[in-house]
């Protein structure tokens, strides 16, 4: 079945740091893909999304290119801040599918250091 | 528009309890997805609701259950409370009319914590 497999954690960086945090997917067809994160006691807001091949999603500084060839979409950020520090996940929805539901990767802890 | 809001925050029941757990979508979506975030884990699928009926179901067992109601709101209830239950429940609100889209996407809920002792 889909499948995303995250980095693990934790990922400890000092501020204004470079961050990759890698992210594979096993799917079949062509999914759309996203990063979440999860700040300490609250649930997950969507980051950023790429719902097709060499699509690159992008918010807050935080970028990731929809690689078809690698099945990847890995998370970039050219410098951290101590306020990125969360959980990140990757995720992925099958397209046109009864329900269109999330399959998660297992998260990876970012923690950055003033 | 509101987002996805979820109650109660913190819940602490005993083995072998029942729990129902509360989530009101958000405004003009249809859809809603449960999903169970153990610690240290990802979110994992439930089910999701659409137009009060079960529209897909994850790998949880039947006591595990939900309800959808006319105004897209949604409960999730689980029976016979288990130690592993203990998890994050995270609320998921969509609209399936952007299904075929494929920017389809979900507002969580801050979720409930849940803790069976």
């Known amino acids: 079945g889909d499948s995303v497999t995250q980095m693990e954690g934790p990922v400890t960086l000092s501020e204004e740091a470079f961050l990759t945090i890698n992210c594979t997917y096993t799917?079949?067809?062509?999914?759309?893909l996203f990063w979440y994160v999860q700040y300490p006691g609250e649930g997950l807001q969507l980051l950023l999304k790429?719902?097709?091949?060499?699509d690159k999603g992008s918010n807050k500084g935080f970028e990731a290119t929809y690689r078809k060839e690698t099945t990847s979409f890995h998370l970039e950020k050219g410098s951290v801040q101590v306020s990125d520090s969360a959980v990140y996940f990757c995720?992925?929805?099958?397209?046109?599918?009864?329900?269109?539901?999330?399959?998660f990767g297992t998260g990876t802890l970012l923690a950055v250091q003033p | 528009e509101t987002g996805v809001t979820q109650s109660p925050t913190h819940l602490i029941k005993t083995r072998g309890q029942q729990v129902t757990l509360r989530c009101s979508s958000q405004?003009?979506?249809?859809?809603v997805s449960w999903y169970q975030q153990a610690l240290g884990q990802g979110p994992q699928f439930i089910f999701q609701?659409?137009?009060?009926?079960?529209?897909g179901r994850g790998n949880f067992p039947p006591r595990f259950s939900g309800l959808q109601f006319p105004n897209y709101s949604s409960e999730l209830n689980v029976n016979a409370l288990e130690l592993d239950d203990s998890a994050l429940y995270l609320c998921?609100?969509?609209?399936?009319?952007?299904?075929?889209?494929?920017?389809?996407?979900?507002?969580f809920g801050s979720g409930t914590r849940l803790t069976v002792v």
């Open positions: 998921a609100s969509s609209s399936l009319a952007d299904r075929g889209r494929r920017d389809y996407g979900y507002t």
């Open positions: 799917a079949t067809g062509y999914p759309s």
């Open positions: 790429a719902t097709k091949a060499d």
């Open positions: 995720a992925l929805s099958g397209y046109g599918g009864a329900t269109n539901k999330l399959i």
């Open positions: 405004s003009g979506h249809n859809t």
């Open positions: 609701y659409y137009r009060e009926e079960e529209n």
